[in-house]
């Protein structure tokens, strides 16, 4: 089975493209009947969702925006802490139908920090949409509405998902060794 090494770590082949684009399509198709009329506006959280955007937002074929966006960090002292924030959100959501789309749910912590953050803006309604959740790592109450596929809890790289930068532009999915 085909394998790649990125920096020191080894990974082998789990998810190939053809499977990957089938999934992103029923996706599509589920968004395309689900919010027909309620012109979305699609939000891709950078850099991890890049390429699942792409190739999803070819086959939603309902009026819609897209939009990308960013959760930096900024640690400042110990006693102030870790604050994350939001960049590059440029369309206004206020009473808008919103689409998330992430590459990946872990513990579901990022998820829930962000929709924290957009729904200060109003909007009529948030949904979720990721290429992949590890089920046995969420640790909160998220309601995510289209999920593409569930994988096991190993470490994952490529289609848009990095190991230290490394290996987004890989069009398939490999898992650690
Ligand atoms: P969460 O806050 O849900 O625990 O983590 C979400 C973020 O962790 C994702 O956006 C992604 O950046 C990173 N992440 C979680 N699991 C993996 C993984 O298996 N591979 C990679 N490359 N990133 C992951």
């Known amino acids: 089975m085909k394998s790649v090494r990125i920096k020191d770590k080894n990974f ?19 968004i395309n009947k689900d919010l027909e009329g309620e012109n979305p506006v699609f939000l891709s959280v950078l850099n991890g969702a890049f390429m699942f955007t792409s190739d999803l937002m070819k086959y939603v074929n309902i009026p ?5 966006i960013r959760l930096s960090s900024y640690c400042g002292t110990e006693s102030t802490g870790c604050v994350r924030s939001l960049m590059g959100l440029t369309t206004d959501i206020k009473g808008r139908t919103v689409v998330i789309v992430e590459d990946i749910v872990d513990t579901g912590l ?6 924290d953050i957009l729904n200060q803006y109003e909007p009529k309604e948030i949904k979720i949409c990721t290429l992949l959740l590890k089920p046995d790592k969420l640790k909160v109450d998220l309601n995510i509405d289209y999920v593409a596929m569930s994988i096991p809890n190993d ?14 532009n890989l069009p398939e999915i490999y898992t650690v060794e």
């Open 12 to 30: 082998k082949l789990s998810i190939t493209e053809s499977e990957i684009l089938e999934k992103v399509k029923n996706v599509a198709n589920k």
């Open 64 to 68: 819609s925006e897209i939009s990308f």
């Open 110 to 115: 990022t998820m829930l920090k962000l929709l």
């Open 155 to 168: 470490f994952i790289v490529g289609y848009g998902l990095d190991y230290d930068e490394y290996g987004r």
